[in-house]
């Protein structure tokens, strides 16, 4: 999608809407230098800057930003250990370049049931919500692939991911928050640094051939991985170690 700018600021610029259906006569888009990313804060309308990724603005930076990190309440980790999680997650917020994801602890009634997964990016002292409502492109802590250079391994299902995280070492877990994948955000990283582990039903399968046809390993799990013993997700990432770090 074209962008018309019409002013320029330290970390976006400001456009015209690109939706055809919204007459901006006063420009309200945002499009983040960092991301690529626009969204229209009249009207919603958010996708990608067309060949963004190829201009002096978008790089893969050195890890400059020291994340923040908020404990989880009882009554979630609780949630979580219910869900066979041994190693709790705390709120957390990755870098901003990579547009940030966060665990937030659902309510219903003032009660803690669960959590759910949101996306944002620190926008000046606030959190600026740009995925309310949608999937963001994963879930989890990407720092150990920015500090160590840990390969990524990439779960669809949450639950996977938060199992792996005590059996994890030397890798970078992450979520791809289901099988409809955000390719244009992985192409941003070496292919061979990124492993995918996908369900084994047919959208799964799908996406695991989509991925191998755009040069990614990827796979499709025999058992659910949020469902996994401990002895088989141990043997599940020593399999992706192997791969990835050969």
């Given at each position: 999608?074209?962008?018309?700018?019409?002013?320029?600021?330290?970390?976006?610029?400001?456009?015209?809407?690109?939706?055809?259906?919204?007459?901006?006569?006063?420009?309200?888009?945002?499009?983040?230098?960092?991301?690529?990313?626009?969204?229209?804060?009249?009207?919603?309308?958010?996708?990608?800057?067309?060949?963004?990724?190829?201009?002096?603005?978008?790089?893969?930076?050195?890890?400059?930003?020291?994340?923040?990190?908020?404990?989880?309440?009882?009554?979630?980790?609780?949630?979580?250990?219910?869900?066979?999680?041994?190693?709790?997650p705390n709120?957390?917020?990755?870098?901003?370049?990579?547009?940030?994801?966060?665990?937030?602890?659902?309510?219903?009634?003032?009660?803690?049931?669960?959590?759910?997964?949101?996306?944002?990016?620190?926008?000046?002292?606030?959190?600026?919500?740009?995925?309310?409502?949608?999937?963001?492109?994963?879930?989890?802590?990407?720092?150990?692939?920015?500090?160590?250079?840990?390969?990524?391994?990439?779960?669809?299902?949450?639950?996977?991911?938060?199992?792996?995280?005590?059996?994890?070492?030397g890798l970078?877990?992450?979520?791809?928050?289901?099988?409809?994948?955000?390719?244009?955000?992985?192409?941003?990283?070496?292919?061979?640094?990124?492993?995918?582990?996908?369900?084994?039903?047919?959208?799964?399968?799908?996406?695991?051939?989509?991925?191998?046809?755009?040069?990614?390993?990827?796979?499709?799990?025999?058992?659910?991985?949020?469902?996994?013993?401990?002895?088989?997700?141990?043997?599940?990432?020593?399999?992706?170690?192997?791969?990835?770090?050969?």
């Amino acid at each position: 999608m074209e962008l018309e700018r019409v002013k320029e600021y330290q970390k976006y610029f400001l456009c015209r809407c690109p939706n055809p259906h919204h007459k901006d006569t006063h420009p309200s888009c945002i499009l983040w230098k960092d991301t690529g990313k626009y969204k229209c804060m009249s009207c919603d309308a958010s996708g990608f800057a067309d060949n963004f990724e190829a201009n002096t603005f978008f790089k893969l930076p050195d890890f400059d930003y020291e994340p923040e990190y908020y404990p989880l309440s009882p009554e979630a980790k609780d949630y979580l250990k219910a869900r066979g999680v041994t190693k709790f997650p705390n709120f957390l917020v990755t870098p901003p370049h990579n547009d940030g994801v966060g665990f937030l602890q659902t309510r219903v009634n003032g009660h803690v049931i669960g959590l759910s997964q949101r996306m944002f990016i620190p926008f000046a002292s606030n959190m600026r919500y740009i995925y309310q409502g949608t999937k963001a492109p994963y879930t989890g802590d990407i720092t150990p692939f920015y500090e160590h250079n840990y390969p990524i391994i990439v779960f669809e299902k949450m639950f996977g991911m938060l199992r792996s995280l005590s059996l994890a070492d030397g890798l970078t877990p992450l979520s791809s928050n289901g099988s409809k994948v955000d390719i244009r955000f992985w192409q941003r990283f070496n292919s061979a640094s990124v492993l995918f582990i996908m369900d084994n039903d047919e959208a799964g399968r799908r996406a695991k051939e989509f991925l191998k046809e755009r040069g990614f390993n990827a796979f499709v799990s025999r058992v659910s991985t949020d469902e996994m013993s401990e002895t088989q997700m141990e043997a599940l990432l020593k399999n992706a170690k192997n791969i990835l770090l050969r």
